[in-house]
């Protein structure tokens, strides 16, 4: 299957901050998705983004198929955006969908 | 427009007992995943069903596990003779038909917390 590497494995701001988390994949996707997972340990669509760039609100995300990763920026960073952050792709040469998933990235964000 | 639920949203239950825990996908997905997550994991991949097929299991998916979705709607995974490493977060997701929406795009539902004693 497809290794998904996700880094910083922690990051801690402090509030209105900038941050930046990486994404990096090792086969071809047709699928890649970012998802924030709150302490409930429910998994929220942030960006279904297999190539190109998005934005919305304070979140961006970018994603160079051709290099196999992708990035996700968080900007002027809440509280409410502590959490940990997940990327998950589909392999492009499975139509069966299936995701697979980094080991997420912490993020703490203090007021 | 309801998202995926699933229930129960936490099942405590003691070593070798059997349990079962219901997806109620969004509505009009035909395309149902089950995953598992432990702490400090991210989800991993145990099956697949589009309608009431399932045409992806994954060696995660051991014989005491067992999954159906018999009209193509809600979805249930059993656990035969639990073990204390079946403890985990179960989490559901759905897709809608190929050719509507973003293409395999997944939603997720709150998850089942299992803590086997």
């Known amino acids: 299957g497809i290794q998904v590497e996700q880094s910083p494995p922690d990051l801690i701001l402090q509030e209105g901050a900038n941050s930046t988390l990486r994404c990096n994949f090792s086969?071809?996707?047709?699928?890649l998705q970012w998802f924030h997972q709150n302490p409930w340990g429910q998994l929220i669509n942030l960006f279904y983004?297999?190539?190109g760039t998005k934005q919305n609100g304070r979140l961006s995300a970018t994603t160079v198929a051709t290099e196999r990763y992708s990035l996700l920026y968080i900007s002027s960073s809440q509280t409410t955006d502590s959490g940990v952050y997940f990327c998950a792709v589909g392999d492009r040469g499975s139509t069966l969908g299936r995701l697979y998933f980094g080991r997420g990235t912490q993020l703490t964000v203090w007021p | 427009d309801t998202g995926v639920s699933q229930n129960p949203r936490h099942k405590i239950t003691k070593r070798g007992q059997n349990v079962t825990f219901r997806c109620d996908p969004i509505?009009?997905?035909?395309?149902l995943y089950w995953y598992r997550q432990t702490l400090g994991q991210g989800p991993e991949f145990l099956t697949y069903?589009?309608?009431?097929?399932?045409?992806?299991k994954s060696r995660l998916l051991s014989d005491r596990f067992s999954a159906e979705r018999p009209k193509g709607s809600f979805s249930t995974l059993e656990i035969q003779r639990t073990e204390q490493g079946d403890s985990a977060m179960y989490l559901c997701?759905?897709?809608?038909?190929?050719?509507?929406?973003?293409?395999?795009?997944?939603?997720f539902g709150p998850g089942t917390r299992l803590t086997v004693l």
């Open positions: 509505s009009e997905h035909n395309r």
């Open positions: 997701a759905s897709s809608p038909p190929l050719g509507t929406g973003n293409p395999n795009e997944q939603f």
């Open positions: 069903f589009q309608n009431e097929a399932q045409l992806e």
């Open positions: 086969d071809s996707v047709n699928n």
């Open positions: 983004i297999p190539s």
